[in-house]
């Protein structure tokens, strides 16, 4: 069966740009996650989403960021006037439910902002 | 402020050798920890968890042991073979909902042949 999936794989933007990220979770999973890896650190959390609603959205860095799930499968992460120290790795993750169920990741997107 | 701590950036282990991972975490409410191993150009793949209600989980040639007297967990393979060379990050969740997981640093494996 398919993995998470997540396109583009690279992404090349300036500054000030606007971007979108997606997301395919794997089938049937209803919680999904997007995380930011920036370099020499681990993944940081910034969004979660139980079906099509963003549960949790606190780790989302300024009002800049926003995600969105509306048929509660793929999700897009959206970046408005990207700035230099946006450009990290963004991951998404994927999960049956939550409680005790591991969180399956995508293979990311990087993202460099010039 | 960084909840979870991986202290050894890199490590280096003899093919057939054991390999001992250590991470330390600051907060005593998280009550879940995970292993996740990551191959560059991939997204982290889940290794082994392990429930603060035991000190000791194993899976084949992984074991974690967590101390939570003194906020310490640590990884075990053994014996240690080449494709296990990856980052391995350790992760803990429970205390703002067991889904948000706050990942230390990493620490880079390189297994010898």
């Known amino acids: 069966g398919a993995g998470v999936s997540q396109t583009p794989s690279n992404k090349v933007t300036e500054k000030g740009k606007y971007v979108e990220l997606r997301c395919d979770p794997i089938s049937g999973h209803t919680a999904l996650y997007w995380y930011r890896q920036s370099l020499g650190q681990g993944p940081e959390f910034l969004i979660y989403f139980q079906g099509t609603g963003a549960a949790d959205d606190s780790g989302l860095p300024n009002d800049r960021f926003f995600a969105v799930r509306p048929e509660g499968s793929v999700s897009t992460l959206k970046i408005q006037r990207t700035e230099r120290g946006d450009s990290a790795v963004y991951l998404c993750?994927?999960?049956?439910?939550?409680?005790?169920?591991?969180?399956?990741f995508g293979p990311g997107t990087r993202l460099t902002v010039l | 402020d960084q909840q979870v701590k991986q202290n050894s950036p890199s490590l280096s282990v003899q093919e057939g050798r054991i390999s001992i991972l250590n991470c330390d975490y600051t907060?005593?409410?998280?009550?879940?920890f995970l292993w996740y191993k990551k191959y560059p150009a991939e997204g982290p793949t889940f290794l082994i968890s392990?429930?603060?209600?035991?000190d000791k989980n194993e899976d084949g040639r992984f074991t974690v042991f967590l101390n939570k007297s003194a906020k310490h967990l640590s990884l075990h393979i053994v014996p240690s073979q080449p494709g296990d060379s990856a980052v391995y990050f350790c992760a803990a969740s429970g205390d703002s909902g067991t889904y948000k997981y706050i990942f230390g640093t990493g620490t880079r494996l390189k297994v010898l042949a």
């Open positions: 993750a994927s999960s049956f439910d939550t409680a005790g169920n591991e969180q399956f």
């Open positions: 907060n005593s409410m998280f009550d879940y």
């Open positions: 392990i429930s603060s209600i035991k």
